[in-house]
């Protein structure tokens, strides 16, 4: 309460404000979906290109 009456503030809009805070830190921690995507893709076509070579060295 000290800290909330220093700020000239009500206990309720310190917590808050802290919440607000929380949340806008949590928000930039949100994976790039689009590159997540494109790595996705990357390794599957990796992982192509091994199975084919491994395939083909089986079959000689």
Same mark, same amino acid.
């Given at each position: 309460? =000290? @800290?909330a009456n #220093? !700020?000239?503030k009500t /206990?309720? !809009? %310190?917590i808050m404000g802290w919440i607000r805070s929380y949340m806008t830190e949590e928000l930039q @921690?949100?994976?790039d979906l689009a590159k997540m995507q494109a790595d996705l !893709? =990357? %390794?599957k076509q990796q992982? #192509? /290109?091994l199975q084919n070579e491994y395939l083909g060295k089986l079959a000689a």
């Open positions: 309460m =000290n @800290k #220093a !700020e000239g /206990a309720s !809009e %310190l @921690k949100t994976p !893709e =990357n %390794l992982v #192509a /290109a």
